[in-house]
């Protein structure tokens, strides 16, 4: 990776200043981690992880906080993510890839339906 340029640095701070100003005023309707942790991250989670963010800068997405996390345990279901949005119970999707990732997006975290066939588990329980 080259140098960044004062104009890069000034949108990354604007950036990092948006989703802290989410993060401490509380005006999200919630989150997704992407589980990143070594296994993950073999498996293609920086693909699932970067197709999440361009998806959600194309659309302009504002109260939805994209994070990352460590190993989830289920080292064999990578890439993982979880959406926990609001005044619902957090579902964990599972072997993950870009299309997939951008579907979840548009589906549950926009459109409100939970993508049952890329749900290992929603809350406690566990889907089929």
Same mark, same amino acid.
């Given at each position: 990776m080259g140098k960044l340029t004062i104009q890069e640095l000034e949108k =990354? $701070?604007? &950036?990092?200043r948006e989703?802290? &100003? =989410? $993060?401490?005023?509380? !005006?999200?309707r919630g &989150?997704?981690?992407v589980h990143m942790g070594t296994c993950g991250i073999s498996a293609g989670a920086r693909d699932v992880l970067s197709a999440l963010l361009e998806a959600i800068e194309k659309k302009g997405i504002k109260d939805i906080i994209v994070t990352?996390?460590?190993?989830?345990? @289920?080292?064999? $279901? !990578?890439? @993982?993510?979880?959406? !926990? =949005?609001?005044?619902?119970?957090?579902?964990k999707? /599972?072997? =993950?890839?870009k299309d997939k990732i951008v579907r979840i997006l548009e !589906?549950? /975290?926009?459109?409100?339906?939970i993508v049952k066939e890329?749900?290992?588990?929603i809350g406690s329980e566990r889907v089929g």
């Open positions: =990354l $701070r604007e &950036k990092a989703q802290l &100003k =989410l $993060r401490t005023t509380g !005006e999200t &989150k997704i981690i990352t996390s460590g190993c989830a345990g @289920m080292c064999s $279901r !990578e890439p @993982m993510a979880t959406v !926990e =949005l609001a005044g619902q119970p957090p579902v999707y /599972v072997d =993950l890839d !589906e549950h /975290v926009i459109g409100g339906k890329y749900a290992l588990g």
